[in-house]
């Protein structure tokens, strides 16, 4: 059992500063997720904290004792690999086992655990097998069990299921979820992908550019985005920004975006505000009568995806589509000419630097 | 369009497949069929003498010599440089400092025709004035009156040696190339579960390089089988026939004592061994791959 501690860690490849001063705080048992565009230095942060990269500066903690310097073996982590890393020579029980043989452990022993191990993860049929024997999620089943096996304090996942095909991902994702809720150990789970984030966090650290963006619960992120890039990475399909300008009329904010004024119930808008971007989620979009709502809008596509349908919009705000979600049924099909609502409390609004107003 | 293919690949490939015939194909069966005639190499009249050839290797005690010194030689010959080869190559891996000098150096023998590297050891073992016998000199402080190459205990020993120098660079170079082939993440894992460096070699690097372990052992294998050309610079197979193998038993029959029939017969039992030590190594080859894949 332990919580992982950064202090001011920092990175850089040559002369390249890949992260600039990390401070993070992951708790005992935690499921914190890193979550970014490729190449923001996620798998970095996580190499960095199992110790196969060397920090540049700064400090890591593991269980209260610094590791910064501490060989990768000693600080009782376990990493699953993208390419699930499996030796090709080696039988699915030899490379569950193999931590343990390294260790000198009594090949009884070995048996003992390997089957153990197989038994939660559902392969012990397969253990005489050869890796390249396995499809995908099996072998990402066999790395899970060689990094479970020495019972480490804290897993380190970096992108487990992008090799997967999308059905396999889900179902791997809920075996990760549950792996979670069985050991209880702290994990730190890295992807590119949004919805895995969601919904494997505890917490979700959105990183970009070397640097967390914002730190919080997926509905914490979902809800009150920091910035613009949050806001825009978390949910999908992604929230819908209208670029403007801030006004005050009467006491009242309002956004004018083109044409289109938009009332702003949103809280007091600092003074001097002018450019702005106004943020608003698909489904806080709603179809009205025409003439009606806060603007008009022309149907452009309308996807199905069974439960509910994503409506594209043009609209007069800008160039680019607007995206509603709206519950399957909705009648409307390409050209209608509709109002379009906007559900007040729901409205983001960031200044010009991208940073939420609240 | 297609037939205008058909007609530059067979012209294509006549060129190398004729070469081939004339300079392989030809001597092979012009060879056996001199071993079964008692001709002398240049004379118009031979007569055909039956299996006498072969009987006569039976009863050969040279040959049995001959034989004996190639299969020593061949077991040296794949072993060392295979090893050596695998150890610098684990060494220029970990990156010592000078790591690229190093690799050049142990290469560099490669680009040296036999004759010439077979000149160069004769040098250092030569008696008087030869490096090895100089380092020996200044280390021990007592001149040794060794002549390496002509002492039957160490002629053999001694071009193995210098065989050995040149193969090295070749089995590191592929070596090399098999090291920068495995998946990094694999010794990534071996460093998060503790493998320590000869635990990591011995149980993932090496099985991994299986398949650069088979080319070397391939070249190793075809290379001292056609061994000859260095023996035949360093010591001529003496002396008193200490370090004669097949291929120079052959020569000398064939050519020094024309009995170029005989010395065809001893061709074709060497193409014989050749062959089944090549057929051996294909069928390990095969089973290796049901298992790697
Ligand atoms: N060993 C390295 N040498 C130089 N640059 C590197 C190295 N590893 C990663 N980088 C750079 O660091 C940045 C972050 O990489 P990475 O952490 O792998 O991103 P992510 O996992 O988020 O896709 C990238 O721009 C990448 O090119
Ligand atoms: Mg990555």
């Not at chain 1, 993208?82 to 029980?93: D, E, R, T």
């Not at chain 1, 996807?303 to 049924?329: H, I, N």
């Not at chain 2, 039976?58 to 050596?84: E, G, Q, R, S």
Request: glycine content about 8%; proline content about 4%.
């Amino acid at each position: 059992m332990a919580d992982v501690r950064l202090d001011g860690v920092a990175k850089a490849f040559g002369s390249v500063q890949v992260i600039n001063d990390l401070n993070l705080a992951v708790d005992d048992g935690e499921l914190l997720v890193f979550v970014g565009p490729s190449g923001c230095g996620k798998s970095t942060m996580l190499r960095m904290i199992s110790g196969l990269e060397d920090v540049t500066r700064g400090r890591i903690m593991i269980g209260g004792r610094d590791v910064t310097h501490v060989a990768p073996s000693r600080r009782r982590v376990a990493m699953v690999f993208q390419s699930y890393a499996l030796f090709p020579h080696m039988s699915v029980a030899d490379n569950i086992g193999f931590g343990l043989k390294l260790a000198r452990t009594p090949p009884a022993e070995i048996r003992r655990r390997v089957a153990e191990v197989a038994r939660t993860l559902q392969i012990d049929p397969l253990l005489d097998r050869k890796p390249r024997q396995l499809s995908g999620g099996q072998r990402q089943r066999v790395a899970i069990g060689r990094s479970i096996i020495r019972n480490p304090e804290v897993f380190l996942f970096d992108e487990p299921l992008s090799n997967l095909d999308a059905a396999l991902r889900i179902r791997m994702r809920l075996e990760i979820a549950r792996l979670h809720n069985r050991l209880g150990v702290t994990m730190i789970y890295v992807t590119h992908d949004q919805t895995e984030a969601m919904t494997l966090a505890d917490r979700i650290a959105v990183v970009n550019g070397g640097s967390i963006e914002q730190l919080g619960s997926p509905m914490e992120l979902y809800d009150r985005p920091a910035n613009l890039f949050v806001a825009r990475f978390i949910g999908a399909p992604s929230m819908n920004v209208i670029p403007g300008t801030v006004t005050v009329e009467g006491g009242v904010p309002a956004i004018a975006c083109g044409e289109t004024r938009i009332r702003l119930s949103a809280g007091p808008v600092p003074p001097g505000t002018s450019d702005a971007t106004l943020g608003v989620r698909p489904e806080h979009l709603s179809a009205v009568n025409k003439g009606e709502g806060d603007f008009a809008g022309r149907v452009e596509i309308v996807e199905d995806l069974g439960a509910e349908s994503l409506v594209y919009l043009q609209t007069g705000l800008m160039a680019d589509s607007l995206t509603m979600r709206v519950t399957a049924g909705s009648g409307l099909s390409a050209g209608d000419a509709i109002g379009v609502r906007l559900d007040p409390a729901r409205l983001h609004l960031f200044d010009s630097r991208g940073l939420a107003i609240r | 369009m297609e037939r205008e293919n058909r007609f530059w690949r067979i012209v294509l490939l006549a060129l190398p497949l004729a070469v081939f015939a004339v300079l392989v194909v030809w001597p092979l069966f012009s060879s056996f069929y001199y071993s079964f005639t008692n001709w002398n190499g240049f004379d118009s009249r031979y007569e055909f003498v039956g299996f006498r050839n072969f009987a006569k290797i039976y009863t050969d005690k040279l040959f049995l010599n001959a034989a004996i010194n190639t299969a020593i030689w061949m077991v040296a010959a794949i072993l060392l440089p295979t090893l050596l080869g695998l150890g610098l190559a684990l060494l220029i891996d970990s990156r010592i400092p000078g790591g690229t000098i190093f690799k050049s150096v142990f290469y560099l023998p490669i680009c040296l025709s036999a004759v010439v590297v077979g000149q160069i050891w004769v040098w250092i073992y030569q008696q008087d004035w030869g490096l090895l016998n100089t380092v020996i000199w200044t280390v021990t402080g007592e001149r040794p009156a060794i002549a390496w190459l002509a002492k039957p205990e160490t002629a053999l020993g001694s071009v193995i040696v210098a065989w050995s120098w040149q193969q090295t660079g070749l089995s590191m170079v592929i070596y090399l190339a098999g090291l920068v082939s495995i998946q990094e993440e694999l010794l990534e894992v071996c460093e998060i579960e503790g493998a320590s460096a000869w635990q990591r070699i011995r149980l993932v690097i090496i099985p991994l390089l299986t398949p650069a372990t088979i080319v070397v052992i391939a070249l190793s294998v075809i290379n001292s089988l056609k061994g000859f050309d260095i023996l035949f610079i360093m010591t001529g197979g003496g002396p008193f026939h200490s370090s004669d193998t097949l291929a120079m038993h052959m020569y000398n029959e064939s050519f020094r004592k024309y009995l170029m029939g005989y010395g065809s017969a001893i061709s074709v039992v060497l193409f014989l061994i050749a062959l089944t030590i090549i057929r051996i190594y294909f069928r390990q080859l095969r089973k290796l791959d049901e298992i790697h894949g």
